[in-house]
């Protein structure tokens, strides 16, 4: 059993930043593929960055060039720079983890891909 626990959000300008963090338990954290999605009011749950655990990293297109999703195995750790941050996105941010592996990036970018979530932490960007 994995449990997951964000923290780091908060309301931000437009134009902030903001690092969310996400501390998982277990000790085979750097085996786990680690993930955020975000989701926000009546909206689908999207897919925002993934970090396999080669090192290995996947974005959404949306985020690509302002998020970065890293990770300290050390800490079991995986954390989620957001910079130039848009009024479009603000929403709960969830962490997932996965111990699964497979090839295929596209497995990295589907929410059913993941067993374990965080409860979520919200992020407000004001224009």
């Known amino acids: 059993q994995v449990q997951l626990v964000e923290s780091g959000g908060g309301l931000v300008q437009a134009g902030g930043s903001l690092r969310l963090s996400c501390a998982a338990s277990?000790?085979?954290?750097?085996?786990?593929?680690m993930a955020w999605f975000r989701q926000a009011p009546g909206k689908e749950r999207d897919f925002v960055a993934a970090?396999?655990?080669?090192?290995?990293?996947y974005y959404a297109d949306s985020v690509k060039g302002r998020f970065t999703i890293s990770r300290d195995n050390a800490k079991n750790t995986v954390y989620l720079q957001m910079n130039s941050l848009k009024p479009e996105d603000t929403a709960v941010y969830y962490c997932?983890?996965?111990?699964?592996?497979?090839?295929?990036?596209?497995?990295?970018?589907?929410?059913?891909?993941?067993?374990?979530w965080g409860q979520g932490t919200q992020v407000t960007v004001s224009s």
């Open positions: 997932a983890a996965t111990p699964a592996a497979p090839y295929s990036g596209s497995y990295y970018y589907t929410a059913t891909s993941y067993d374990y």
């Open positions: 277990g000790r085979t954290f750097s085996s786990y593929a």
């Open positions: 970090s396999r655990w080669s090192g290995r990293t």
